[in-house]
C-alpha cells in the first residue's frame, strides 16, 4: 500500500502536477514564518545578559546550521532509496538537494564566523565542531562536482548516492562533537533530550525560524526537482500532453 | 526481483555500518589530538606538552584577577572545578572574559609552573536568557562548566 503510494506519487507527470499545485502555498506559508520569526528574534526578543544583541545571528546561524545537517540526510536516503529501489524521482530529490546543503552550510559556517569574532575573539579555530562542519560543506561540493564529472545522469546519481551514504558518518560526528571533545564551541542548547537551555522568549522565534527554513528548502527541493525532470526526460510523452494543456 | 533489492539493500546498511564502525576507532585512536585544549587537570599531572605551545581551557576563578599597575599584563587563575593553574596573559582581552567565565588560553608553561599566555578566547556558554531572569538566577550556585 505504502510503495504504491511512492510509485505513484514518483511518477514524473503525477509529481509535476502536485508539486506545481503546492509550491504557491509553500510559498505564502514561508513568508508569514519567516516574518514573524524575524520579528520574533529581532524585535520581541530580549537581549542575552552575557552577549547582549550580538547573540541576536543565532536566529540565523542556528537554523542553518541544522539544515544542513538535516538536508544531508534527506540526500543520503534519498540517494539509498534510489540505489536500491532504482526510482528516478529518488535520485532527482538526493542530487537537487546537494547544492541547497551546500549553501545552507556556508551560511552556517559564514554567520559562525561572524559571530566568533566579537564573543571568543577569532573568526575561525580548528576545534571539533567547527572542522566537521567544514567537512560537510566538503562533502556536498564533493557530491555536486562527482554528479557534474559523469555524463549518464543515471550513472552519475548511483555514483553520488554512494559517496553521500559514505559521507553520513559525519552527522553524529557533527552533532556530538562538543561532547565527545573539549571545543571552543559550546554545547546544545535546543537539541538535546533535557529542556532547552534557553528562554522561552528567546526560544519561539528561534523555533519559528527553523521551520520556515524547511519550507525554504522544500520549495527549493520542489522547483530544482521539476526543473531535473524535464531536463532529464525532453522528449517525455507527459510534457507533450503538458505543452498541449498549456496551449 | 525482490531479492535483489533486498541485496542492494542489505549492501548499503553494512557499507554503512562499516564506515561508521572504522571511523569509531579512528576517531578514538587520535581522541586526544581532538581535543582543542587541555585542563587544568592535565597540566597539573603532567599530560599537557611541556615544551611547545598548547591551548588550556578553564573557568576563571572569582577574585583571582590581577591587573599589573601599568601596562597591559594580567594575572588570573583557571580552574577545572577539581585543579588550578595561574596565567598571565599580557594584550587586550576579549569582551566576554570576566570571572567565572569559561575561557581558553594558547600558550607555554614557565619554569615555574605558570602558564604564559599568547592568546586568550571566550567560550560562552549554552544558555541564552534576558538579563533580569540572569540576575535573579545569581544568587543560586553556578553551573559547573564542561
Not at chain 1, 20 to 33: C, E, Q, R, Y
Not at chain 2, 42 to 70: N, T
Request: charged residues 20%; contains cysteine.
Amino acid at each position: 500500500m505504502f510503495m504504491r503510494f511512492i510509485y505513484k506519487f514518483s511518477s514524473p507527470p503525477y509529481f509535476y502536477a502536485i508539486s506545481g499545485k503546492i509550491i504557491p502555498w509553500l510559498t505564502a506559508l514561508f513568508f508569514l514564518l519567516l516574518g514573524y520569526g524575524l520579528y520574533g528574534g529581532l524585535v520581541t526578543a530580549p537581549a542575552d545578559y552575557q552577549q547582549g544583541d550580538s547573540f541576536r545571528i543565532i536566529y540565523v546561524h542556528v537554523p542553518a546550521a541544522w539544515m544542513s545537517m538535516f538536508i544531508y540526510v534527506v540526500m543520503a536516503i534519498s540517494g539509498g532509496i534510489g540505489l536500491v529501489w532504482r526510482i528516478k524521482l529518488a535520485e532527482i530529490v538526493s542530487i537537487s538537494s546537494a547544492s541547497i546543503g551546500a549553501s545552507f552550510t556556508f551560511l552556517a559556517l559564514v554567520t559562525g564566523s561572524l559571530w566568533g569574532k566579537p564573543m571568543w575573539g577569532a573568526w575561525w579555530v580548528w576545534d571539533a565542531r567547527l572542522t566537521s562542519e567544514l567537512v560537510l560543506l566538503f562533502l556536498y561540493l564533493g557530491v555536486i562536482g562527482l554528479y557534474n564529472g559523469i555524463e549518464d545522469k543515471r550513472t552519475a546519481s548511483r555514483a553520488v548516492a554512494i559517496l553521500a551514504l559514505v559521507g553520513v558518518v559525519n552527522i553524529p560526528i557533527i552533532h556530538y562533537s562538543v561532547e565527545w571533545w573539549n571545543t571552543l564551541h559550546q554545547g546544545a542548547t535546543v537539541s538535546k533530550l533535557d529542556k532547552p537551555s534557553m528562554h522561552i522568549d528567546m526560544l519561539i522565534p528561534l523555533l519559528v525560524m527553523a521551520l520556515a527554513f524547511k519550507v525554504y528548502y522544500a520549495i527549493a527541493l520542489l522547483l530544482r526537482c521539476r526543473n531535473e525532470l524535464l531536463e532529464r526526460e525532453p522528449n517525455g510523452k507527459w510534457i507533450d500532453e503538458l505543452l498541449e494543456k498549456v496551449k | 526481483m525482490r531479492i535483489i533489492k533486498q541485496k542492494r539493500l542489505g549492501l548499503i546498511l553494512l557499507m554503512v555500518a562499516g564506515i561508521g564502525i572504522a571511523t569509531f576507532f579512528g576517531l578514538r585512536a587520535f581522541n586526544d589530538n581532538l581535543m582543542y585544549f587541555f585542563s587544568a587537570t592535565d597540566v597539573i599531572e603532567g599530560k599537557a606538552p611541556k615544551d611547545h605551545l598548547f591551548r588550556l581551557g578553564g573557568m576563571v576563578v572569582k577574585g583571582s584577577v590581577v591587573r599589573q599597575p601599568s601596562g597591559l599584563t594580567v594575572r588570573f587563575v583557571l580552574t577545572d572545578m577539581a585543579k588550578e593553574v595561574t596565567v598571565e596573559y599580557t594584550g587586550i582581552l576579549p569582551d566576554l572574559f570576566r570571572e567565572g567565565q569559561g575561557i581558553v588560553a594558547n600558550g607555554k608553561l614557565d619554569a615555574n609552573g605558570i602558564f604564559i599566555a599568547q592568546e586568550v578566547l571566550a567560550k560562552h556558554d549554552e544558555n541564552y536568557m534576558p538579563p533580569e531572569v540572569a540576575g535573579s538566577m545569581k544568587n543560586k550556585p553556578a553551573e559547573s562548566q564542561k
